[in-house]
């Protein structure tokens, strides 16, 4: 995970989730029906969901939706008022998934 991290966001630090958009990059209209590719780090998601006090499926997919959002075009880097919209949509789809 830190390979990639570092390869592809230029940050040599390990990460809970990433997520590459096929709708970015050279060639975004291959197969516009896919949005990309989520990876997610098992041990990560692991030591979180303990941190948390969850599971490791709940934690999952927290990551998951996380992923999914970034994707489809929400970035909570891009300042606090982005961040608090994307968290709020984080809870929002966890809410529906009955994870929580």
């Given at each position: 995970?830190?390979?990639?991290n570092?390869?592809?966001?230029?940050?040599?630090?390990?990460?809970?989730?990433?997520?590459?958009?096929?709708?970015?990059?050279?060639?975004?209209d291959?197969?516009?029906?896919?949005?990309?590719?989520?990876?997610?780090?098992?041990?990560?998601?692991?030591?979180?969901?303990?941190?948390?006090?969850?599971?490791?499926?709940?934690?999952?997919?927290?990551?998951?939706?996380?992923?999914?959002?970034?994707?489809?075009?929400?970035d909570?880097?891009?300042?606090?008022?982005?961040?608090?919209?994307?968290?709020?949509?984080?809870?929002?789809?966890?809410?529906?998934?009955?994870?929580?």
């Amino acid at each position: 995970m830190q390979g990639l991290n570092r390869e592809y966001r230029g940050k040599d630090k390990t990460t809970d989730v990433l997520a590459f958009s096929m709708r970015n990059g050279q060639y975004p209209d291959i197969n516009p029906a896919i949005l990309g590719d989520i990876v997610i780090s098992l041990p990560t998601a692991e030591r979180q969901a303990k941190e948390k006090g969850h599971g490791i499926y709940e934690e999952i997919a927290v990551l998951l939706i996380h992923g999914i959002l970034h994707l489809i075009g929400y970035d909570h880097t891009r300042g606090r008022k982005e961040n608090l919209r994307m968290r709020k949509k984080e809870r929002e789809l966890l809410k529906r998934s009955n994870r929580r």
